[in-house]
Protein backbone atom coordinates (compact mmCIF):
# COMPACT_ATOMS: atom_id res chain seq x y z
CA UNK A 1 0.00 0.00 0.00
CA UNK A 2 1.52 3.37 -1.18
CA UNK A 3 -0.15 5.44 2.03
CA UNK A 4 1.22 8.89 0.85
CA UNK A 5 -0.30 8.02 -2.85
CA UNK A 6 -3.22 7.05 -1.81
CA UNK A 7 -3.83 9.84 0.75
CA UNK A 8 -2.69 12.63 -2.35
CA UNK A 9 -5.16 10.82 -4.35
CA UNK A 10 -7.94 11.37 -2.20
CA UNK A 11 -7.25 14.80 -1.07
CA UNK A 12 -7.29 16.09 -4.68
CA UNK A 13 -11.19 15.12 -4.88
CA UNK A 14 -12.14 16.66 -1.50
CA UNK A 15 -12.84 20.46 -1.73
CA UNK A 16 -13.07 21.43 1.39
CA UNK A 17 -14.27 18.89 3.19
CA UNK A 18 -11.75 17.39 5.94
CA UNK A 19 -10.43 14.06 5.51
CA UNK A 20 -10.22 11.82 8.52
CA UNK A 21 -8.37 8.80 7.82
CA UNK A 22 -9.73 6.01 9.26
CA UNK A 23 -6.59 3.64 10.87
CA UNK A 24 -8.63 1.40 13.11
CA UNK A 25 -7.39 -2.17 13.42
CA UNK A 26 -4.05 -1.08 11.69
CA UNK A 27 -0.72 -0.99 13.07
CA UNK A 28 0.98 2.52 14.06
CA UNK A 29 3.39 2.57 11.28
CA UNK A 30 0.55 3.14 8.84
CA UNK A 31 -0.24 6.25 10.85
CA UNK A 32 2.96 7.53 11.21
CA UNK A 33 3.50 6.85 7.41
CA UNK A 34 -0.20 8.58 6.82
CA UNK A 35 1.79 11.33 9.40
CA UNK A 36 4.81 11.71 7.59
CA UNK A 37 2.60 12.50 4.55
CA UNK A 38 1.06 15.29 5.75
CA UNK A 39 -2.63 14.27 7.45
CA UNK A 40 -3.23 14.75 11.25
CA UNK A 41 -6.74 13.69 11.29
CA UNK A 42 -7.23 10.11 12.09
CA UNK A 43 -10.24 7.83 13.25
CA UNK A 44 -10.81 5.09 15.96
CA UNK A 45 -13.74 3.15 16.72
CA UNK A 46 -12.12 1.34 19.77
CA UNK A 47 -11.51 3.76 23.27
CA UNK A 48 -8.40 1.33 24.63
CA UNK A 49 -6.94 1.16 21.58
CA UNK A 50 -7.34 4.84 20.02
CA UNK A 51 -5.68 5.37 23.69
CA UNK A 52 -3.08 3.35 22.79
CA UNK A 53 -2.15 4.71 19.73
CA UNK A 54 -2.89 8.38 20.69
CA UNK A 55 0.12 7.69 23.73
CA UNK A 56 2.60 6.39 21.06
CA UNK A 57 1.83 9.08 18.40
CA UNK A 58 2.75 12.22 17.85
CA UNK A 59 0.86 14.92 19.64
CA UNK A 60 -0.53 16.93 17.52
CA UNK A 61 -2.90 14.38 15.87
CA UNK A 62 -6.63 14.79 16.03
CA UNK A 63 -8.18 12.07 17.01
CA UNK A 64 -11.88 11.02 16.16
CA UNK A 65 -14.19 8.63 18.03
CA UNK A 66 -16.10 7.20 15.14
CA UNK A 67 -17.14 3.97 16.06
CA UNK A 68 -20.21 2.71 18.55
CA UNK A 69 -18.63 4.12 21.90
CA UNK A 70 -20.03 2.57 25.77
CA UNK A 71 -20.46 4.54 28.64
CA UNK A 72 -18.23 3.20 30.46
CA UNK A 73 -15.30 3.80 27.54
CA UNK A 74 -16.01 7.50 27.55
CA UNK A 75 -13.20 7.66 30.85
CA UNK A 76 -9.91 6.29 28.37
CA UNK A 77 -10.44 9.27 25.79
CA UNK A 78 -11.99 12.09 27.35
CA UNK A 79 -8.79 13.87 28.36
CA UNK A 80 -7.73 13.98 24.63
CA UNK A 81 -10.30 13.13 21.61
CA UNK A 82 -10.98 15.94 19.70
CA UNK A 83 -14.40 15.21 18.06
CA UNK A 84 -16.62 11.84 19.18
CA UNK A 85 -18.73 11.26 15.76
CA UNK A 86 -21.24 8.62 16.90
CA UNK A 87 -23.54 10.78 20.04
CA UNK A 88 -26.45 7.99 19.49
CA UNK A 89 -28.12 8.57 23.24
CA UNK A 90 -28.69 11.40 25.73
CA UNK A 91 -27.04 8.49 28.39
CA UNK A 92 -23.90 8.82 26.53
CA UNK A 93 -24.01 12.51 26.39
CA UNK A 94 -23.84 12.41 30.12
CA UNK A 95 -20.94 10.74 30.12
CA UNK A 96 -19.03 12.19 27.86
CA UNK A 97 -20.36 15.72 29.59
CA UNK A 98 -18.80 14.61 33.24
CA UNK A 99 -15.82 13.11 32.01
CA UNK A 100 -15.63 16.61 30.07
CA UNK A 101 -15.91 18.41 32.83
CA UNK A 102 -13.00 16.25 35.05
CA UNK A 103 -10.54 16.81 32.72
CA UNK A 104 -11.79 20.63 32.41
CA UNK A 105 -12.59 20.61 28.68
CA UNK A 106 -14.89 20.74 26.02
CA UNK A 107 -15.71 17.93 24.02
CA UNK A 108 -17.26 18.65 20.24
CA UNK A 109 -19.37 15.96 19.70
CA UNK A 110 -21.59 15.02 16.13
CA UNK A 111 -24.89 13.04 16.77
CA UNK A 112 -25.20 9.66 15.06
CA UNK A 113 -28.24 9.99 12.77
CA UNK A 114 -30.10 6.23 11.56
CA UNK A 115 -30.07 6.43 7.70
CA UNK A 116 -29.35 3.08 6.66
CA UNK A 117 -32.06 0.27 5.89
CA UNK A 118 -29.83 -2.03 7.76
CA UNK A 119 -31.39 -2.64 11.08
CA UNK A 120 -27.57 -3.32 13.06
CA UNK A 121 -26.81 0.28 12.16
CA UNK A 122 -26.45 2.66 15.58
CA UNK A 123 -28.41 6.52 15.20
CA UNK A 124 -31.09 7.34 16.22
CA UNK A 125 -34.14 8.74 14.01
CA UNK A 126 -35.20 12.55 13.45
CA UNK A 127 -37.92 12.14 16.39
CA UNK A 128 -35.17 10.90 19.07
CA UNK A 129 -32.75 13.86 17.81
CA UNK A 130 -35.14 16.62 18.26
CA UNK A 131 -36.11 15.12 22.23
CA UNK A 132 -32.32 14.79 22.63
CA UNK A 133 -31.89 18.31 21.70
CA UNK A 134 -34.88 19.88 23.49
CA UNK A 135 -34.60 18.17 27.34
CA UNK A 136 -33.47 19.78 30.06
CA UNK A 137 -30.78 17.53 30.75
CA UNK A 138 -29.22 18.39 27.55
CA UNK A 139 -29.65 22.07 28.42
CA UNK A 140 -27.57 22.20 31.39
CA UNK A 141 -24.75 20.42 29.82
CA UNK A 142 -21.72 23.02 29.97
CA UNK A 143 -18.65 20.27 29.18
CA UNK A 144 -19.88 19.16 25.72
CA UNK A 145 -20.51 21.25 22.06
CA UNK A 146 -22.84 19.38 19.69
CA UNK A 147 -21.09 20.51 16.58
CA UNK A 148 -22.94 18.83 13.62
CA UNK A 149 -24.51 15.28 12.51
CA UNK A 150 -23.00 12.12 11.26
CA UNK A 151 -24.67 9.02 9.48
CA UNK A 152 -23.43 5.72 7.56
CA UNK A 153 -25.67 5.15 4.45
CA UNK A 154 -26.73 1.54 3.65
CA UNK A 155 -23.97 -0.64 2.48
CA UNK A 156 -25.12 -1.86 -1.57
CA UNK A 157 -24.67 -1.00 -4.77
CA UNK A 158 -27.82 0.83 -5.97
CA UNK A 159 -26.32 4.51 -5.76
CA UNK A 160 -29.58 6.41 -6.14
CA UNK A 161 -30.20 4.44 -2.60
CA UNK A 162 -27.26 6.21 -1.33
CA UNK A 163 -27.98 9.07 -2.61
CA UNK A 164 -31.16 9.19 -1.19
CA UNK A 165 -29.92 8.93 2.31
CA UNK A 166 -27.10 10.88 2.14
CA UNK A 167 -29.74 13.84 0.78
CA UNK A 168 -32.25 13.27 4.06
CA UNK A 169 -29.08 13.46 6.15
CA UNK A 170 -27.86 16.61 4.43
CA UNK A 171 -31.48 18.01 4.57
CA UNK A 172 -32.35 17.14 8.31
CA UNK A 173 -29.03 18.52 8.84
CA UNK A 174 -30.03 21.77 7.64
CA UNK A 175 -33.13 21.77 9.72
CA UNK A 176 -31.58 21.08 12.74
CA UNK A 177 -29.20 24.22 12.51
CA UNK A 178 -32.04 26.38 11.38
CA UNK A 179 -34.21 25.18 14.66
CA UNK A 180 -31.54 24.30 17.18
CA UNK A 181 -28.13 25.92 16.31
CA UNK A 182 -29.12 29.24 14.22
CA UNK A 183 -26.91 31.61 16.68
CA UNK A 184 -23.99 28.59 16.54
CA UNK A 185 -21.05 29.06 13.76
CA UNK A 186 -19.57 25.84 15.44
CA UNK A 187 -22.55 23.85 14.36
CA UNK A 188 -21.08 23.11 10.90
CA UNK A 189 -20.08 19.45 10.37
CA UNK A 190 -21.73 16.95 8.07
CA UNK A 191 -19.68 13.49 8.64
CA UNK A 192 -20.78 11.43 5.65
CA UNK A 193 -18.91 9.13 3.42
CA UNK A 194 -16.70 6.35 3.36
CA UNK A 195 -14.03 4.37 0.81
CA UNK A 196 -16.92 2.68 -0.94
CA UNK A 197 -19.44 6.03 -1.38
CA UNK A 198 -17.61 9.38 -0.11
CA UNK A 199 -17.73 11.18 -4.10
CA UNK A 200 -21.72 10.70 -3.70
CA UNK A 201 -21.21 11.93 0.15
CA UNK A 202 -19.37 14.95 -1.67
CA UNK A 203 -21.78 15.55 -4.14
CA UNK A 204 -24.59 15.62 -1.20
CA UNK A 205 -22.73 18.47 0.92
CA UNK A 206 -21.07 16.49 3.02
CA UNK A 207 -17.79 18.68 5.00
CA UNK A 208 -15.75 15.34 6.75
CA UNK A 209 -15.48 12.33 4.70
CA UNK A 210 -13.91 9.36 7.10
CA UNK A 211 -11.93 7.19 4.96
CA UNK A 212 -10.10 3.61 5.65
CA UNK A 213 -9.61 1.14 3.26
CA UNK A 214 -9.05 3.26 0.66
CA UNK A 215 -5.82 4.68 2.58
CA UNK A 216 -4.68 1.92 4.10
CA UNK A 217 -6.01 -0.99 2.49
CA UNK A 218 -8.54 -3.82 3.66
CA UNK A 219 -8.96 -4.51 7.07
CA UNK A 220 -8.07 -8.17 8.47
CA UNK A 221 -9.78 -9.13 11.39
CA UNK A 222 -8.56 -11.70 13.48
C1 LIG B 1 -14.61 1.71 9.43
C2 LIG B 1 -15.44 2.94 9.33
C3 LIG B 1 -15.21 3.87 8.28
C4 LIG B 1 -14.21 3.67 7.17
O1 LIG B 1 -14.57 2.60 6.34
P1 LIG B 1 -13.84 2.33 4.95
O2 LIG B 1 -14.85 1.63 4.13
O3 LIG B 1 -12.65 1.49 5.25
O4 LIG B 1 -13.45 3.64 4.37
C5 LIG B 1 -15.97 5.02 8.29
N1 LIG B 1 -16.89 5.27 9.25
C6 LIG B 1 -17.12 4.40 10.25
C7 LIG B 1 -18.15 4.74 11.27
C8 LIG B 1 -16.41 3.22 10.33
O5 LIG B 1 -16.67 2.37 11.33
Not at 151 to 157: K, P, R, V
Request: glycine share 6%.
Amino acid sequence: MDIAANLKKIKEELGKATLVAVSKTKPKEDIQAAYDAGQRVFGENKAREMEGKAEALPDDIQWHMIGHLQSNKVKYIAPFVSLIHSVDKLKLLKEINKRAKQNERVIDVLLQIHIAKEESKFGMDEEEVRELLQSDTYKQFKNIRVVGLMGMATLTEHQDQIKSEFNYLNSLFQQIKKEYFSEEESFKILSMGMSGDYKIALSCGSTMVRIGSAIFGEREYH
